[in-house]
């Protein structure tokens, strides 16, 4: 087992941070830069199996196609003396798993604000026809700054990609969290299988429990097929009741009476159920491999303010222009450039729904001494927060510091 001040290719290893099923994770430093790395590496025992091994090769591959803030990039892949590594983001946090068993269940909009991003990173993968297969609290990494980013992409399952990593009738995942078709034939589940994670995650995070628990597989089985669980708002009473319901229709043992796609699942996190025909257009999926722009011309200017986050500032004033469910263009009398951070504020009644942050993407000069920015959201958009912005209220944009 590599110790503090062991050497692995060009990194340093610092402390241990983790310990899984076959890899033990390490905070590292890169020699050359002094970057601090997580350095994921396969335990001796299992080096020698070769299925094993091209999981962590798979890993690595299915990263270097997904770039997403919710989903924890892998910068690197090796071996040393036989056992293969992986280098990825250092988060500097905790996992919620580990999370909810120091501080309790998390809040509601806690909750939901955190499967939000964890939902959005997927659907990113999702789009590129790759499904996790282990989504849980443990997979589930929270930064000191708020943001979630899902972890752990060695049972990914890439559709089509004829690798013969999982067998027939092979159970991938764990079992607290998997859904019950993974039991069967875990090589032909689809996104669906993901949806349930989510949900198994999302109640887990509410209720501090997992929604099913027993001494043999078997047993869960039955469990998870009959939907032989407790609902959540039975062990939290306060639990909004739409809440409740779409974390239950995720935990259906049947796939085709789940949510059919993170998109949906995501919208059904909110109270507002129904949106205009425009906003509901605006919302549908992409189709798989289409992540170009859909964006709605709003007919007149929103106004809008722009300000440092800090008080006693100069505040600029702004118009939204052109919003999508992915991105919006602001018009400004003050130029920021590409990589800036910016937070819009909703008017809305709903906590998970009051803030969006967006990354400046453009810049160009405009007519009367005033600037066009191109920003995107960190994650797609509800049908309630585009509904909102295409409406008639005040949003107001804020300038996030570095």
């Known amino acids: 087992m590599p110790y503090a001040g062991a050497v692995i290719g060009p990194y340093e290893i610092l402390e241990t941070i983790g310990k899984g099923g076959m890899a033990t994770v390490y905070r590292g430093r890169r020699s050359e830069t002094g970057q601090i790395v997580a ?9 020698s199996s070769a299925v094993l091994v091209r999981r962590f090769e798979q890993e690595y591959a299915a990263a270097c196609r997904l770039r997403h803030p919710n989903l924890v990039p892998v910068w ?12 990825m983001e250092f988060i500097d946090g905790q996992n919620l798993n580990r999370r909810i068993k120091r501080e309790g269940p998390l809040t509601e909009t806690e909750a939901v604000r955190t499967i939000l991003q964890v939902a959005d990173g997927l659907q990113a993968a999702h789009r590129l026809q790759m499904i996790h297969r282990d989504v849980k609290p443990d997979n589930v990494l929270l930064s000191k700054d708020g943001q979630a980013k899902l972890s752990d992409l060695g049972l990914v399952k890439v559709a089509d990609n004829g690798e013969p990593l999982t067998k027939t009738r092979t159970c991938l995942g764990t079992i607290a969290f998997v859904a019950p078709e993974q039991f069967e034939d875990a090589k032909r589940v689809d996104q669906r299988a993901d949806i349930y994670g989510l949900g198994a995650t999302l109640y887990h995070a509410v209720t501090g429990t997992p929604p099913f628990e027993g001494k043999r597989n078997l047993q869960i089985l039955r469990k998870k097929i009959e939907n032989d669980f407790i609902p959540p708002s039975e062990r939290v ?3 909004s009741p739409w809440l409740n319901e779409a974390i239950c229709k995720a935990l259906d043992g049947c796939p085709d009476k789940r949510q059919s796609s993170c998109r949906e699942f995501m919208d059904s996190l909110q109270p507002h159920s129904v949106a205009p025909a425009a906003v509901a257009a605006a919302a549908a999926p992409a189709s798989a491999g289409d992540d170009r722009r859909r964006a709605i011309r709003y007919p007149t200017t929103l106004t809008a303010i722009c300000r440092p986050l800090q008080a006693g500032r100069n505040c600029w004033p702004a118009t939204i222009e052109d919003v999508s469910e992915t991105g919006v263009r602001l018009r400004l009398e003050r130029r920021f450039e590409p990589g800036s951070v910016l937070t819009v504020e909703l008017p809305s009644q709903e906590p998970i729904l009051r803030t969006l942050y967006t990354t400046v993407v453009w810049v160009r000069e405009a007519a009367g001494r005033k600037w066009c920015v191109g920003c995107m959201f960190k994650r797609a958009l509800l049908k309630a927060e585009l509904e909102t912005l295409l409406g008639d209220k005040p949003v107001t944009v804020l300038i996030h510091p570095d």
Do not use: H, N
Request: charged share 25%; aromatic share 12%.
């Open 76 to 87: 690197d892949f090796g071996q040393e003396d036989g056992r293969p590594y992986l280098v």
């Open 39 to 47: 350095i994921k590496v396969m335990e001796a025992q299992y080096a």
């Open 237 to 239: 009473p306060s639990l």
